[in-house]
C-alpha cells in the first residue's frame, strides 16, 4: 500500500500535501493546491456522498474514514481508503485537517519490484506449502500466491491422466494434450472467470496452440497482449465463446517440470493496463515453477500409494459380518489421516456352527501396502483356522507361527485379539497376543477390562499363548478396538482407556449401535496424526432356549433307538417335520460313532439357529476322521453317511471331550 497525506482546510481544499501526491493524484489544472477534494474523486456529488460525510465529521472534531475513487495520473482511478483527522491550529492558512490516503499502486507500478515478486513467491510459498499433500489444497494454495503478486489472474493445469488414472503422461496422437484444471484466481471480483475456466473441467488443447508447445518442449512461452481476433480464434479451438477476458492481455506459461516430465503448467495473465511479462518476469516465474512442480509431484505420488494401499486394505476387510441371531454386531474402520499412511488393521466377524461365533481384531505394525498385504495373510488364516473349530489359544498360536515364517523373509509383528462365543451357555473364550483387553460392557452400564493372559505381540514369541473363559450377561456389549482409538500423540493411552469407558452407561447399553460407534469416535476425525483406528462391537445375548432341545444318554447301544425317539417332538414342534426321517438317521450314526469310540454317557443337543444342528457330545478327545470303506466292509459307513445327508459337518475339542456335529439347512417353501 502506498499512502499520500493531505493537509485540507474546513471547506475540504488541499493547502499542504507530500511531494508523493503530486506524482501520484490527477487535479483538473495540474496543481494539487486549491483544488477540492471533490475534484480528485471520481463520481462525486454535491450532497450525499462519503466525502461530504467525512468533512462533517471533521468539522464536529471527530476523525472518520471511508473509501473513494481516486482520479490518477497514469492509471485507471484507484480505490482509496481515506482517513479524515480533525487538527487544532492558531495560525491562519494552517491545515484544518489531514487527509490519510492508503492506496494500491498504479497498476503500471504493479509486478514492477523483482524483490517483492521473489519473496513473495519463492520464500513464503513453499514455508507455507511445504506439509500439504493434498493435491487440490495444495493447487489453491500455490495459484492464490501467484495472484495477486505476479498477474492478475493465474490458472494451474495437469494432466488427466496424471490426475484421474495414475498412468506416466503421455501425449495424444494428433499433438493435443489433455488436461484438468485444478485451480485459478483472479485479483478483481469478476464472475466470468470461474463461468468461462471452472475448476475440475477437462480441457484438450489443440495441437499448434502455445498451451501444446509449452508441454511438448517443457519450456516456459510469453506471449505479448493479444488483440481480439486471436482470442476469438483460440475461442474457437476450444470450442468455447468468445474471450474478452483474455482480449489485450499479456501471457506468460510455466511448465511444471518433475523428474524428466512435464506435468502441466501454470498459465499466467496480466490485464491491459499492467507490465507485460518480460524475460525476468519469466525466470522468476520459472523458478516459482519448478520449486511447485516437485511439491505437486510429491502429492501426487504420495496420493496414488495412499489410494493403492487404501483401496487394497479395503478389498482386503470383511464386507459383511456373520453372528447368530441372538447377537447384534456392528464395526467401523477409519484409515490413518492424511499424514500417516493406511495401516494394517482389521476386524472380523464369524458365524461358526453350534450358535457361536468368532470375534477379532487385529493390529499389523507398520503402514502402507505390506502392513496391508500382511493383514490379508492373517485375515486369511484366521477365517482358515476358524472353520477348523480350533480354540482362540490354538487359532492364535498356529498365527504366531505363520507370522515368525513371514518374519524370516520382511520383519513383521501384529497384535490380535480373538474371543469364541457360545450363545448356547453364554460362555466367551477369550485370548490375545500383544493386544489391548476386550471391554465388556453390562447392561447396568458398569464395565471392565478383561484380565486376559498377557502373550506376546505374534511373530515375537515363542511361550504358549492361553485363553479365560468369561460368563457373560445377555445384553452385554463386547467392544474389541485396537491402539488407534485410545492412544495418539496428544492423548496417554490410559486417557484413551478411561475415555471409552466413559461412553457407556445403562442407557446408552440399550440403544442404537450406530449412536454408540458414533460416541466413540467422536474427536477421532480432527486428529491430524490419528492412526488407523478398527472397532467392533457385539451385543452379546443366548438363544432362546425354545430353539434348543439336549439330551444326556447312556453309553450303551440302547440309547441309539433312545435318540432317534428323541428328536422329533422338537421337529414338529419347530414346523420341521418334514426333516424328522433324516435328523433321526443322523443322530443314530453320531451317537452310534460316540458310543463305539467313547467312554461313559453322551449329550445329544439339536439346535435351530440358521440351520438345523444336531451336535454329539463324549468325553474322547480324538477327532473322528472321514474314512472310505471297502464294499465287503462291514463298518466304517457313518460318517459317510453323515457327509452325504448333511449339509457340512465337523468336529471340535472340549475341555471334557469334544462334540461332533452336523448340520442341515432348513426346507425351502415356496412364496404364495
Known sequence: MRTLILGVDPAGRVVQHDRNAKEVLDPPNGSLLGTHLSDLVVGNSPTGTPLNSLLDAVKGGREATAVLTFKA?????????????????????????LAILRMPPPSVEQFLDPALMRHALLDETFRQMGATLDLDQLARGLINIV??????????????????????????????????????????SNPDWDATFPTGEVLRYPAGSPYTE???????????????????????????????????????LLPLNARGSTLGFIVCNRRKGFRSFDAYDTEIGMEFASRAAIFIDNARRYNRERATALTLQRSLLPTGLSAP?????????LPGSQLIEVGGDWYESINLPGARVALVVGDVAGHGVRAAVT?????????????????????????????????????????CVYANYDAVNGTCEVACAGHLPPLLVRPDGSSEFLDVSPAPPLGVGE???????????????FVLYTDGLVESRGRDIDDGLKRLQSVFDAESVAGSMDDLCKAILAGAYSDQHRDDIA?????????????????ALAGEPSAVREARALVAEPLEKWDLASMVDTTQLLASELVTNAIRYAEGPVTLRLIKEGALVCE????????????????????????????????RWGARRTSGGKIVWCEQPFPRTDEK
Open 535 to 551: 472397532v467392533l462391537i457385539a451385543r452379546l445375548g443366548r438363544i432362546d432356549g425354545g430353539l434348543q432341545a439336549s439330551w
Open 147 to 188: 495472484v495477486p503478486h505476479f498477474s492478475n489472474s493465474a490458472g494451474l493445469l495437469l494432466l488427466e491422466s496424471l490426475v484421474a488414472a495414475d498412468e506416466p503422461p503421455a501425449s495424444q496422437n494428433d499433438g493435443s494434450y489433455l488436461l484438468r484444471r485444478m485451480a485459478i484466481a483472479t485479483d478483481d
Open 325 to 333: 441371531s441372538s447377537v447384534e454386531v456392528t464395526h467401523r474402520y
Open 214 to 252: 509449452c508441454m511438448s518442449t517443457g519450456r516456459p512461452v510469453r506471449q505479448p497482449a493479444m488483440v481480439t481476433a486471436e482470442a476469438l480464434e483460440m475461442a474457437e479451438t476450444w470450442l468455447r465463446r468468445p474471450m474478452g477476458l483474455l482480449a489485450d492481455s499479456s501471457m506468460l
Open 463 to 477: 511361550g504358549l499363548i492361553s485363553s479365560r473363559t468369561f460368563e457373560i450377561e445377555d445384553g452385554s456389549l
Open 375 to 415: 493383514m490379508g495373510r492373517l485375515r486369511t488364516a484366521i477365517q482358515t483356522l476358524a472353520m477348523l473349530e480350533l480354540s482362540p489359544a490354538e487359532t492364535l498360536q498356529y498365527l504366531n507361527d505363520l507370522m515368525r515364517k513371514i518374519g524370516e523373509r520382511e520383519p513383521h509383528f501384529a497384535t
Open 73 to 97: 495520473q497514469r492509471s485507471n482511478p484507484i480505490d482509496t481508503v481515506v482517513t479524515l483527522q480533525p487538527m487544532r491550529g492558531d495560525n491562519e492558512g494552517c491545515p484544518s485537517a
Open 616 to 647: 454329539v457330545l463324549d468325553s474322547s478327545p480324538a477327532l473322528p476322521k472321514l474314512q472310505h470303506a471297502a464294499k465287503d466292509d462291514e463298518t466304517g459307513r457313518g460318517l459317510q453317511i453323515v457327509s452325504k445327508l448333511s449339509g
